[in-house]
């Protein structure tokens, strides 16, 4: 692990030990690794890979530890996404070989839920431009407009640097 890896995990460790709310459910949760992602302005966000098993555990106390760790990591906004397998399409034979949720596009949406959880997605739509480029747009609840309201080019930033992909993240009327 880098030192920015070991950095995140002393916050997740210190958390641990002063946080009274956190500490029983941070016991046995655990990160596979961390990384920066650059944000237009000159800002960062962290994304931190857990693992897929650890997933439920993480997102039942993730609004609390989202909202610490960002503390501790002065001010840099916290996304956590599950570590997730893409197994390649069958070159022959059934199409059973491989799961559907080890698919490119499963995985890449199961990205998409995980960078913006809590909020749900209420609705998606794929603009095409006139040259060809392709930008997913989302629409997150309503409801968490006001908390979210900042937060939006870094799930954009943190999507397109784990997938490739253009999004755009928005609220509908």
């Known amino acids: 692990p880098d030192s920015f890896e070991e950095s995140v995990a002393q916050a997740l460790f210190d958390l641990e030990a002063t946080s009274a709310e956190l500490k029983g459910d941070l016991r046995d949760l655990y990160i596979m690794s961390a990384k920066e992602v650059d944000v237009s302005g000159g800002r960062k966000a962290v994304v931190i890979h857990i693992p897929f098993r650890l997933r439920k555990g993480f997102q039942k106390i993730s609004e609390r530890l989202v909202r610490e760790l960002e503390k501790k990591l002065s001010g840099k906004h916290v996304v956590l996404v599950a570590q997730r397998k893409l197994s390649k399409p069958p070159k022959s034979g059934y199409s059973l070989a491989r799961p559907r949720s080890r698919s490119l596009t499963a995985v890449h949406e199961s990205l998409l839920n995980d960078v913006c959880y809590p ?21 997150l609840d309503k409801k968490e407009k006001s908390t979210l309201e900042g937060k939006l080019e870094t799930f954009s930033a943190v999507y397109k640097a784990l997938t490739g992909k253009d999004v755009w993240f928005g609220f509908q009327d």
Do not use: L
């Open 119 to 139: 909020t749900e997605i209420v609705g998606k739509r794929t603009r095409f431009a006139a040259d060809g480029t392709k930008t997913m747009i989302c629409y």
